[in-house]
């Protein structure tokens, strides 16, 4: 037959003859007319009558390989030559069939397919694996198993059958298989190694199992034990990509790493580092303007060759933005040595639009240098940017409010100043320039004196007026960033989450009637100062539910740190016969930036393990309002009230956002639309640690957790009441109307622990359809044993 892998160069001619190419009596006819006339022209004892019919002739002596009985001639250097002849000749057909009726174009699509498929029938199984491979498939080798059975890249190849769901299914079969090869399991009774044998010189994977296992070992306990296996780790990877194995093996190798090392900290990688510089591989300058996971892409050498120049390109950007902030501030300590002069004096107005528009550039640069959580933190420059302020502070307040509105409208730092106050103007000027608490202070005591004064009372004053002046899209999130700063002016390094205390002993404890806090939304909250000497924050429920809202938060918030995840505790308790949550205030927290430029991969990471943790709770309620950034970098996500409230009625699709835009569905918008920062991605395997978590907690723990909330909640008129009605209807088989309490409290833990149970799956899908990310087909089998 024809052209195969064993036959690099053919020649073969086309002549109708008497004897025909393709037998009749081989091709199963119609009874219909047209479909035998069909039958004729391509066994050359009909006349072809249409364009359409004269390609169908072409097309059959193609597929067949030519007539060898006569002239004229025709070349094919190789298979893939063949082949291209054969999809030009059938796309020939398609395309004049469109020219003909319904009936006869079915019937000539129904031809080209039939003579399509015996073409790749007859080649051999090395010649579908490279033609597939050339033609976009990936992974060919793993679309079958059995090389004597008829091959499914026979559909996959036929240019006559469209692109439907049957040729994605044969792509997704492979992809699943490699996914479980690249994970550690085995395909056909072969493991990777087998599928895609390494060089000679690769190392045996036991060593780097044991590494691994040291890892995870020691991940526990942490300390230099932990940074020590994680050196190790680290070299052996390298190691293993040095040795040239193949490009199957040392994915797989970097699927388990990336695995294992979802989270790392500075000392963590310490030793690795030290490694690293000793060897000359790593330039010193990266730790001053690199984070933790960028440092540690660095190390290992298995991170593709695209992201690697990536980061390195933001090391030298980030290199720049320390040289320019630091002329920067060369030249501010000279504008600000004095307050410019007056707007009406000559040089005044460009004098001042030099110190704003410099103080601007470096507050900027200073703001994005702090969230690079490099290992040595970025000059903050306050000894340069304090005097700036002040200085413009002052003469703000000095010039005359026609000439400062004229100045700020002109000069394009505001639009609409000429009915605006003079506190407002000064706060717009604010806002311009950004600020830290100096200037706020110097414009608050500006302020204080205005007739229409704007600034907030002192339990919520800001640290900066980036929160003030924000338009949050949540009052609670944002306002509890300020109030937290407030109460709590000094912070420590690094803030951690409050640690959670016994639930009974909260509940005894008396916090007294406390203070009303202004911090928005609908549920009326207060701050007291506990037993334990910390501020708390108590929120009664909005519309009064007998408590079934403070037990579901409560419960969310435990379910979240059982999940791994950083969390403020809730607890769930009374003040006055009132039910309220109760929670720690979180100290040295601000609401997190809306730009996903501005994000890092330790972010973005975040969020996608945020993301997994509230689907799993069913909180779709994840705005920026709701995340906060600690001071050492750190994402906490609070106000979990909203949690279960969808149960039933939710789905986890991009489409989906019943409130105010979530954090991580905006990661996803940007991704999609490339606008996450350079070397930043959506990284599938992220949510492994979160899921492998979650679903590790027996069903019955996971039903304990959110017992009072469900049974509490199927009391009241709760939104999601109705659908865990209909549930427990059809599962005993009664009318909505005969469904008890139980029933639907029942239903709500039932429908929590399928959900459960599903994460793995239901993300899978998520990240390989919604964001055509084939890569998270490992989630399927990562780390499940």
């Keep these: 037959m024809g052209t195969n892998s064993k036959a690099s160069h053919a020649v073969y001619a086309i002549a109708p003859t008497a004897g025909g190419v393709v037998p009749a009596e081989a091709v199963d006819a119609p009874a219909e007319e047209y479909p035998q006339h069909l039958i004729g022209v391509i066994a050359h004892e009909e006349t072809a009558e249409t364009d359409a019919e004269e390609a169908l002739e072409k097309l059959a002596v193609l597929a067949a390989g030519g007539d060898p009985e006569g002239p004229p001639e025709f070349d094919f250097a190789s298979t893939a030559d063949h082949y291209d002849a054969v999809t030009a000749a059938a796309e020939d057909v398609i395309a004049a069939a469109g020219a003909l009726d319904p009936e006869q174009a079915n019937a000539l699509q129904q031809k080209t397919h039939e003579l399509c498929r015996q073409f790749l029938a007859g080649l051999e199984h090395e010649d579908l694996l490279d033609l597939a491979g050339k033609n976009g498939f990936q992974y060919p080798e793993l679309a079958s198993l059995d090389e004597t059975a008829p091959s499914p890249l026979t559909f996959w190849l036929d240019p006559a059958a469209a692109d439907d769901e049957q040729k994605k299914t044969i792509q997704a079969i492979a992809l699943n298989r490699h996914a479980l090869l690249i994970a550690g399991g085995s395909v056909g009774g072969k493991t990777v190694g087998e599928w895609y044998p390494a060089a000679p010189e690769t190392l045996a994977d036991n060593t780097f199992a044991a590494h691994l296992a040291e890892v995870a070992q020691h991940q526990q306990q942490g300390g230099a034990a932990l940074a020590s296996s994680i050196a190790a780790l680290i070299d052996e990877e390298n190691k293993f990509v040095a040795a040239h194995a193949s490009p199957e093996l040392i994915e797989a190798h970097r699927s388990q790493v990336d695995a294992a090392l979802t989270a790392v900290t500075w000392d ?11 060897s000359g591989s790593l330039d010193d300058t990266a730790t001053q303007v690199l984070g933790p996971h960028q440092m540690l892409k660095l190390l290992r050498t298995s991170t593709p060759s695209a992201e690697h120049t990536d980061l390195i390109a933001i090391a030298t950007a980030r290199t720049d933005q320390l040289k320019s902030a630091s002329a920067l501030a060369e030249e501010l300590k000279g504008l600000a040595a004095g307050q410019p002069p007056a707007l009406g004096a000559s040089g005044g107005e460009q004098a001042a639009l030099e110190l704003l528009a410099k103080t601007r550039d470096l507050n900027q640069l200073v703001s994005e240098m702090g969230a690079w959580n490099s290992l040595a933190p970025a000059p903050d420059y306050q000894s340069t940017l304090k005097p700036c302020h002040a200085a413009l502070a002052g003469w703000l307040k000095e010039q005359k409010l026609t000439e400062l509105r004229e100045f700020l409208t ?7 100043a000429a009915k605006m106050s003079r506190s407002k103007l000064l706060l717009a000027v604010q806002q311009h320039i950004g600020t830290d608490k100096t200037m706020a202070g110097a414009l608050a005591t500006t302020i204080k004196g205005q007739n229409k004064p704007t600034a907030p009372s002192p339990t919520a004053k800001p640290t900066s007026f980036v929160y003030m002046a924000a338009n949050p899209k949540s009052a609670f999130g944002h306002q509890h960033a300020q109030m937290v700063a407030a ?10 989450t409050p640690q959670p205390v016994d639930a009974a002993a909260v509940e005894n404890w008396d916090f007294g009637s406390g203070k009303p806090a202004a911090l928005g939304g609908t549920h009326p909250k207060t701050v007291h100062t506990g037993p334990d000497g910390r501020t708390w924050l108590a929120k009664r429920e909005g519309t009064p539910r007998d408590g079934a809202v403070t037990h579901a938060e409560a419960a969310a918030s435990r379910m979240l740190a059982r999940a791994g995840l950083p969390c403020v505790p809730v607890y769930a308790s009374k003040i006055d016969g009132i039910p309220v949550s109760l929670q720690p205030m979180l100290t040295g927290a601000k609401e997190m930036s809306t730009q996903p430029g501005s994000w890092t991969q330790a972010d973005v990471d975040s969020l996608v393990r945020l993301h997994v943790a509230n689907w799993a709770l069913g909180n779709h309620d994840g705005h920026s309002g709701n995340v906060l950034r600690t001071n050492d970098g750190g994402l906490v996500p609070i106000d979990l009230g909203q949690a279960f409230k969808n149960f039933g009625r939710d789905k986890l699709s991009l489409d989906y956002r019943p409130y105010t835009n979530p954090l991580h569905h905006m990661a996803y918008d940007a991704h999609l639309k490339g606008g996450l920062a350079k070397g930043v991605r959506v990284d599938p395997s992220a949510a492994h640690p979160v899921i ?94």
């Design 410 to 416: 002109h000069n394009g730092i505001l639009d609409n």
């Design 487 to 496: 109460l709590r002016a000094a912070q420590s390094a690094q803030t951690a």
């Design 692 to 785: 492998r978590s979650i679903e590790s907690i027996p069903d019955v723990e996971w039903r304990a957790m959110m017992h009072e909330a469900a049974h509490r909640g199927a009391s009241q008129a709760m939104k999601w009441s109705q659908p865990m009605r209909a549930r427990a209807a059809k599962k005993h088989g009664v009318p909505e109307s005969a469904v008890t309490k139980d029933q639907i409290a029942e239903a709500l833990l039932d429908t929590a622990v399928e959900r459960k149970n599903n994460l793995r799956k239901d993300f899978v899908q998520f990240f390989t359809k919604e964001l055509q990310l084939s890569s998270a087909s490992a989630l399927q089998y990562l780390g499940k044993s």
């Design 268 to 278: 963590q990688l310490a030793p690795a580092i030290a490694q690293a510089q000793a």
